[in-house]
């Protein structure tokens, strides 16, 4: 009834700029925040970036501040992941997540992910 859908992932060069994005679509749904996840190969799921409803609230994991940033346009029912001066490390794949009144400040809904993998 709601899906989340990532795209924009892709293979980058250190240094280079990715732009990810997630649609919501099927039942519509007031996401008190929208977030961006990773997970590396063999690692567990980290927190990389939350963006609130009316977008005057964002908060991200300290290794992307002042590399990555996160915006969303709710007339479109997306949101966006700008991916700037990636490093290998930020290989991984990403998933978009929505905080919705089914279970306040819970990540209710989750997309299938997206690849991202930063060559050195």
């Known amino acids: 009834q709601v899906q989340l859908v990532e795209s924009g992932g892709g293979l980058v060069q250190a240094g280079g700029s990715l732009r990810l994005s997630c649609v919501v679509s099927?039942?519509?749904?007031?996401?008190?925040?929208m977030g961006w996840f990773r997970q590396a190969p063999g690692k567990e799921r980290d927190f990389v970036a939350a963006?609130?409803?009316?977008?005057?609230?964002?908060d991200y994991t300290n290794s992307v501040k002042g590399r990555f940033t996160i915006s969303r346009d709710n007339g479109k029912n997306t949101v966006a992941l700008q991916m700037n001066s990636l490093k290998p490390e930020d290989t991984a794949v990403y998933y978009c997540?929505?905080?919705?009144?089914?279970?306040?400040?819970?990540?209710?809904?989750w997309g299938q992910g997206t690849q991202v993998t930063v060559s050195s």
């Open positions: 997540a929505a905080d919705t009144p089914t279970d306040p400040s819970t990540w209710d809904y």
């Open positions: 099927g039942r519509t749904i007031h996401s008190d925040r």
């Open positions: 963006i609130t409803w009316n977008s005057r609230y964002v």
